[in-house]
């Protein structure tokens, strides 16, 4: 049957030749628009190595100094101590944190760098979070080795125990296994000549690979103890998903009084989706990939157009065919059978010049991988995908027209001829 195909094709060159060409520049096109939507929507879909569902953010502000007195001020760590038990007390309420550095979906940004006692020429940048024990349960993080000792998850113990990820951990100690990172240490050389020269840190847990942000890259990322008395820290609350709705709303309402208190005041709560679209729409995310979208679904429209236009005017064109065959016995799947066939041998043999240009702009780096890296993986998968829209709009312009040929009587087929 193939070879019979192959014939066919070949006996029709001249029409198959620029069907052939039309093919092979579509199908590359459609490969490239699939890879920028990738480069976006395949890293947005990559866990960011914490879970900020049913998370909201909790900003306690301070008043200005004018209306504070120092009673208030020496009073200051004991009041945000009691507000903070007041919050993790509060109905719906699963668990309840603090920590200060990077914050998800800002540009609020803190990052160091860190050294293996072995090679002290080898400093690696990474975020950093200082977080109370509890951060860990409330944005659901689950160590690939190690495990949380909230008794010794202090910034005095000595070395001091972190959690680094494992884009950090092998950076740093360049391990096969990221258990084997466990009980390692550590140092900031930027803190030697400093007044508070921490620089000994131990790593008791390695995490999953992190980012900023839904829409970035993995970062290497570090976590480190945080004081207790802090009040100027950020606060992430857990809710149960059952009383996530509208859960803000009410915080507000029954906590505003509560939360005036000493230099406090209750500031802004908002969940961290709510986060997430507003940092979203300000860096312009959402405006490029609406672009992106509008642009290749106007381009996917119009190869839909103009594919499944020459393969529905070359199959009715060849209703004659259809005829005799049906007048030589065949019977109407396998004259369907035979028609698609031959076209999606077509987009076979203009796939093989496709692949070519398509892998050899690969190799010269001219696609976009911002958020992603361009592996062979990513331009297997996107040039998979492309072949199979070119498949079915192939296939939808060959099958309803031929489906109406045959419904024709070969004899009057013939005769219309």
């Not at 914050?103 to 080898?122: I, K, L, Q, R, W």
């Not at 004659?320 to 077509?346: D, I, K, N, P, Y």
């Amino acid at each position: 049957m193939w070879r019979l195909l192959f014939n066919q094709i070949w006996n029709q060159r001249r029409a198959n030749a620029w069907l052939w060409t039309e093919l092979s520049v579509v199908t590359v096109l459609l490969w490239y628009g699939l890879d920028v939507v990738c480069n976006y929507e395949g890293a947005a879909r990559l866990p960011k190595g914490y879970d900020t569902s049913c998370v909201f953010d909790l900003s306690v502000q301070a008043k200005p100094l004018e209306v504070i007195d120092e009673a208030d001020n020496l009073r200051a760590g004991e009041d945000f101590a009691y507000l903070y038990r007041l919050i993790a007390d509060y109905p719906g309420v699963e668990a309840v944190c603090a920590y200060y550095g990077s914050v998800p979906y800002t540009d609020n940004t803190m990052f160091e760098g860190y050294a293996p006692h072995t090679d002290s020429t080898h400093v690696v940048h990474a975020l950093i979070r200082y977080v109370t024990p509890s951060y860990f349960e409330v944005f659901r993080l689950k160590p690939l080795a190690g495990r949380m000792d909230a008794a010794h998850w202090s910034p005095a113990e000595s070395p001091m125990p972190v959690w680094v990820s494992a884009d950090l951990a092998d950076s740093l100690f360049h391990l096969p296994d990221a258990a084997d990172a466990l009980g390692k240490t550590c140092f900031n050389p930027y803190y030697l000549k400093s007044a508070r020269p921490v620089t000994r840190y131990r790593v008791a847990a390695v995490l999953p690979r992190h980012k900023q942000g839904d829409y970035a890259r993995y970062e290497p990322f570090i976590y480190l103890p945080a004081s207790e008395a802090l009040y100027w820290q950020n606060v992430a609350i857990r809710v149960s998903p059952d009383r996530a709705a509208g859960f803000a709303e009410r915080f507000r309402k029954d906590m505003q009084s509560v939360f005036d208190r000493g230099i406090f005041y209750l500031g802004s709560i908002r969940s961290y989706d709510a986060m997430k679209a507003a940092y979203d729409v300000q860096q312009g995310t959402v405006n490029y990939l609406n672009t992106v979208y509008a642009v290749g679904a106007f381009f996917l429209f119009n190869v839909f157009l103009c594919v499944f236009a020459t393969f529905w005017y070359r199959t009715r064109k060849r209703r004659c065919e259809v005829a005799l065959r049906m007048a030589l016995g065949s019977s109407r799947r396998s004259v369907l059978a035979c028609f698609l066939s031959e076209g999606l041998l077509l987009l076979l043999l203009a796939a093989v010049p496709a692949l070519v240009v398509a892998f050899h702009i690969h190799l010269a780096d001219l696609t976009i991988h911002t958020l992603m890296d361009a592996t062979g993986a990513r331009f297997a998968a996107c040039f998979g995908l492309a072949l199979g829209l070119m498949a079915l709009i192939i296939v939808a312009g060959i099958w309803y027209p031929a489906r109406r040929a045959m419904k024709i009587q070969p004899a009057e087929a013939l005769h219309d001829e």
